[in-house]
């Protein structure tokens, strides 16, 4: 699973720690767990730095340079990914990218700052799941066109990258859409909610925050958006049935 944001509290730290030690043993002693990893970073660095990419480019499109300013409207890896998140995704198989900083008084008057935070929110996972589609029709293609290609082994490694880098963006997408804090939900919800319940929310996020730690540490994560990915999944594998089928 993946996220975009980092944390701070020392115990969330030695957490993080263990998991990193835990896993980068896991890693080292199974062998075909460690391919797959290795299979998956190019997945990891496209749907991080376009996630953020995608957060920037809205803000920027809004009306607001901070994240021009920063240096982060650039498709640059370098520039999205946080240290302790980007070393979790490759030992844990979760992490975060370096969140896109804005100042949403700076956005067009034309739009509120409640719907601009929305829409800022909404384009990093909307962008996931964009390059997910995209993917899918690359693969469909490939199989459809170049099956004597995916017979060498450049072919069999490209067609592994391509699947983990559309799971992996469905994932980013659909997790970062749970409404609750830190994640993209939770701002684009406030958008939505009546004046004393965005109140509410906001004067709890602490709680809230905690909710999201729980979700996050145990399989409720995987009940909360497993039918969604689902969902998603099976849209993708029906494009690729019917690309690969004119291919026939």
């Not at 480019?57 to 240290?83: C, I, S």
């Not at 070393?87 to 804005?102: C, D, M, Y």
């Not at 739009?111 to 909404?122: D, F, H, M, T």
């Not at 830190?182 to 684009?188: A, C, F, H, N």
């Amino acid at each position: 699973m993946f996220f975009t944001n980092s944390f701070s509290n020392p115990w969330m730290m030695i957490l993080l720690i263990w998991l990193i030690v835990d896993n980068i043993s896991y890693y080292f002693s199974n062998p075909e767990a460690l391919w797959a990893l290795i299979l998956s970073i190019p997945g990891i660095l496209i749907a991080i730095t376009f996630h953020e990419y995608a957060h920037a480019l809205a803000a920027d499109k809004l009306g607001d340079d901070t994240p021009r300013r920063e240096g982060r409207l650039t498709l640059n890896p370098l520039k999205h990914l946080d240290p302790i998140g980007a070393i979790l995704l490759l030992t844990a198989g979760f992490g975060w990218g370096k969140p896109v900083q804005i100042n949403s008084n700076n956005f067009n008057r034309t739009i509120s700052i409640r719907k601009g935070n929305a829409i800022v929110s909404l384009a990093g996972p909307a962008m996931n799941i964009a390059l997910a589609i995209i993917f899918s029709i690359i693969y469909g293609f490939l199989n459809a066109f170049g099956t004597s290609f995916l017979l060498t082994t450049a072919g069999s490694v490209l067609n592994s990258v391509i699947i983990y880098t559309i799971s992996i963006n469905v994932g980013l997408g659909v997790f970062n859409l749970i409404p609750l804090p830190p994640l993209d939900g939770s701002k684009i919800l406030l958008a939505f909610l009546p004046s004393k319940a965005r109140t509410w929310y906001m004067n709890h996020e602490y709680i809230l925050y905690i909710i999201f730690i729980i979700v996050w540490v145990t399989p409720l994560a995987g009940l909360i958006i497993t039918p969604a990915i689902d969902f998603i999944n099976s849209g993708l594998l029906k494009l690729i049935n019917m690309i690969i089928g004119l291919g026939a």
